[in-house]
């Protein structure tokens, strides 16, 4: 069992950043890939980033590519995404998955969800 709290979400001002933080419970954080959804009112959720145990390797949707950057701290059992360039259409709620494979899912198909938390981005 995997228990996931986010933080760091906010309001910013279009251009502006914000770095999220997922912490994770257990001792075998780094088994599991990591990735990172969000879902905007009206809409699914989307895959936004995902990283593998290691940390090694990263994907990321084509919406957020040189923008955002996940990774994540196995001695500390927390994953994060530091978004940069934000814009309006980045607001929605923002959630940290997880799930005991080798590479990240790009479907919300994980087993493990944290709370969410809210990112609101204004023009």
């Known amino acids: 069992q995997v228990q996931l709290v986010e933080s760091g979400g906010g309001l910013v001002q279009a251009g502006g950043s914000l770095r999220l933080s997922c912490a994770a419970s257990?001792?075998?954080?780094?088994?599991?890939?990591m990735g990172w959804f969000r879902q905007a009112p009206g809409k699914e959720r989307e895959f936004v980033a995902g990283?593998?145990?290691?940390?090694?390797?990263?994907y990321y949707s084509d919406s957020v590519k040189g923008r955002f950057t996940i990774s994540r701290d196995n001695a500390k059992n927390t994953v994060f995404l530091q978004m940069n360039s934000l814009k309006p259409e980045d607001t929605a709620v923002y959630y940290c998955?997880?799930?005991?494979?080798?590479?990240?899912?790009?479907?919300?198909?994980?087993?493990?969800w944290g709370q969410g938390t809210q990112v609101t981005v204004s023009s």
């Open positions: 998955a997880a799930d005991r494979r080798l590479v990240p899912a790009f479907v919300p198909s994980y087993n493990y």
């Open positions: 257990g001792r075998t954080f780094a088994t599991y890939a």
């Open positions: 990283v593998d145990g290691s940390g090694g390797s990263t």
